[in-house]
Nanobody
């Protein structure tokens, strides 16, 4: 089992920045891919960013590309999401997830095996 705990959410004005953290514990080294997803109010969960744990290769959807950066600290078993130039439409509960599947990365929620409890990010206009 892998436990994921997110932190760093909060309220920020449009144009501001936040950094989310996700600390992993339990069966460390059992995952190959880490990702961030978000669920805006009244909407379905959507992909935000993903990173290959070994290579560090990343992938983003166009909605956040150039504004968000995913990174990892292998020694701390922690993945980060740096969010800059935040917009009101970025308001959502943000979830960290880990996948054991092989491959560079994954953009599909169903391919992730472990999930954190989520952290709220609210961007005011």
């Amino acid at each position: 089992q892998v436990q994921l705990v997110e932190s760093g959410g909060g309220l920020v004005q449009a144009g501001g920045s936040l950094r989310l953290s996700c600390a992993a514990s339990g069966r460390t080294f059992s995952w190959n891919i880490m990702g961030w997803f978000r669920q805006p109010p009244g909407k379905e969960r959507e992909f935000v960013a993903t990173i290959n744990w070994s290579s560090g290769r990343t992938y983003y959807p166009n909605s956040v590309k150039g504004r968000f950066t995913i990174s990892r600290d292998n020694a701390k078993n922690t993945v980060y999401l740096q969010m800059n130039s935040l917009k009101p439409e970025d308001t959502a509960v943000y979830y960290c997830a880990a996948s054991t599947r092989l491959g560079d990365f994954s953009t599909f929620a169903y391919q992730y095996d472990y999930w954190g409890q989520g952290t709220q990010v609210t961007v005011s206009s």
